[in-house]
């Protein structure tokens, strides 16, 4: 990690914009507000496509603009890009309105092929091996000897809390005790976090893990795990923002190595996200249809397939992958 480079880059670009992934999640959400909280003297601005009813609670949302038909172009002289680190994985509605003269990648996924961002040569920050890029940035933080506040210690410990799967999932080694630990010592309350991310369920929420139960079926004797959801269902209960991750519930079914959620967003396009238990790694399986993610957690979308036809071929594809 260039430290110097990087708060030179901050240092002498005056219009600051931050982005994170399409359908962004808790950590390249904490890990955009915690820059912004740290930062805040840059005025930087925090743009998404929406927001996920799950993070109401995360300091310095009030921050945040929702990309709108108002934003014709933003001409920032430094792009930071939270949580994704090709230009591809940006919603489409954001990439429309970006001409950055610089950028900068935070992320911890599977290294991709990825070509430049917006004609640049960002300078990336990459580390597959760190649990979360709240963590990734938190090694940033201290390494260049920033101040951290305890709403930045809370924004971080959640979305390392969130990135970790409570601190249950394979990528949970090395320093990270010792982190939440320095964390907790500036100040972030985990059983607050824990209270607003996993005991703050919508109806919305439950509806869809319904029927995600209901249409659940299993393949290869118990060892895949396959639902599925219809723009229909995401038209009724609103939309994808609500989905709360069902996909991993499918993956702590006892005896399932492999959990695949089908969604079909809209028609013609349909997004795919596969969870599974080591040694299973599935990130090859969503690098085949050009997506990514980690070893055990990752997706892909499809666009000009229609759902039943997809999810016929797709099984086989499962059955054959295991």
Do not use: W
């Amino acid at each position: 990690m260039d430290i110097e480079r990087i708060l030179s880059l901050i240092k002498y670009s005056d219009k600051i914009v931050l982005v994170t992934h399409q359908n962004p999640d808790i950590d390249g959400l904490s890990a955009m507000l915690s820059f912004a909280l740290v930062f805040s003297e840059k005025k930087p601005l925090p743009l998404v496509e929406e927001l996920p009813p799950n993070s109401q609670f995360l300091h310095g949302i009030e921050k945040v603009k929702i990309i709108s038909e108002e934003i014709t172009l933003l001409e920032p002289d430094l792009l930071i890009v939270f949580d994704a680190q090709c230009e591809r994985r940006l919603s489409e509605k954001i990439r429309k309105v970006l001409r950055p003269k610089e950028v900068l990648v935070f992320d911890h996924h599977q290294k991709e092929l990825c070509e430049p961002f917006f004609s640049c040569q960002p300078l990336r920050v990459i580390d597959p091996e760190a649990p979360s890029t709240t963590y990734l940035l938190y090694k940033f933080f201290k390494s260049a000897n920033l101040p951290l506040s305890s709403p930045v210690a809370e924004n971080l410990l959640a979305g390392l809390y969130y990135d970790t799967g409570s601190f249950k999932y394979e990528n949970v080694k090395g320093d990270i005790f010792f982190v939440a630990q320095e964390l907790l010592d500036l100040g972030a309350r985990p059983s607050y976090i824990a209270k607003e991310l996993f005991e703050n369920i919508s109806l919305e929420q439950l509806e869809i893990t319904k029927l995600v139960l209901e249409r659940l079926e299993l393949l290869k004797n118990g060892e895949i795990a396959l639902s599925y959801l219809t723009k229909e269902d995401f038209e009724r209960l609103g939309g994808e923002a609500y989905l709360n991750d069902p996909v991993s519930l499918l993956r702590s079914i006892k005896g399932v190595k492999i959990s695949a959620l089908v969604k079909e967003i809209e028609d013609g396009l349909i997004k795919v996200s596969l969870r599974s238990k080591a040694p299973f790694e599935v990130i090859e399986l969503a690098k085949k249809y050009g997506g990514g993610g980690h070893k055990y957690a990752c997706g892909f979308k499809l666009k000009g397939e229609s759902l039943p036809k997809f999810l016929e071929k797709f099984k086989g594809e499962l059955e054959a992958f295991l």
